[in-house]
């Protein structure tokens, strides 16, 4: 996960970073105040997650991986994707070979344990795909239901809703997680 390389480099670089202290070598940099961005406890990715085959696939790829907090709590949300009148949860996601031109949400091959989509530049190969309710899914028993060629549709999603109403469910869920934990 992206946390555990963060502390693998922050562990590898510290006694670099000790001996240029020790020898007053650190140059500081000032940051630059006008390019910064602020994000609110309550903002989350664009459409709560919900992967947008019009994105380039290298976007996906790279929230699919910036959600992926591995065994710890996910505070901002999870990636997911709609076949057909179900949401599944993204484990991972990379590049797919095939860059070639496919349209948008298409299929372009299910093996394995991993479905290739088309998107708006490339193909984005996912894996470990997850239902809301927390079960693993086998590709196998959807392959029925997903023949290359089809295209996964978002029409029945309005992006435009999930971003509307990103905030509220935001504000509300620390007290839903906390409640049904108990």
């Known amino acids: 996960s992206l946390n555990t390389k963060c502390f693998a480099a922050a562990i590898e670089s510290m006694p670099k970073l000790l001996e240029r202290l020790t020898n007053g070598e650190l140059s500081l940099t000032p940051q630059d105040l006008s390019s910064r961005k602020y994000y609110a406890r309550v903002d989350r990715p664009d459409h709560l997650g919900m ?6 696939a290298i ?4 929230l699919v991986r910036a959600l992926n907090t591995g065994p710890y709590e996910n505070p901002l949300c999870s990636p997911k994707i709609c076949l057909g009148q179900e949401v599944f949860i993204v484990e991972s996601a990379k590049l797919g070979s095939d860059q070639g031109s496919h349209p948008p949400g298409e299929i372009v091959r299910v093996s394995g344990d991993a479905v290739i989509v088309g998107c708006s530049v490339g193909t984005i190969e996912l894996t470990g795909l997850q239902r809301l309710s927390g079960g693993k899914v086998d590709l196998e028993s959807l392959s029925a239901d997903l023949d290359q060629g089809d295209e996964l549709d978002l029409s029945q999603v309005d992006l435009t809703v999930l971003a509307a109403q990103a905030s509220a469910i935001a504000k509300a869920e620390r007290h839903w997680i906390d409640a049904l934990s108990k």
Not at 51 to 56: G, N, V, Y
Not at 59 to 62: A, G, I, N
Request: proline share 10%; charged share 60%; hydrophobic share 30%.
């Open 51 to 56: 992967l947008d085959w019009r994105e380039p």
């Open 59 to 62: 976007k996906l790829e790279r």
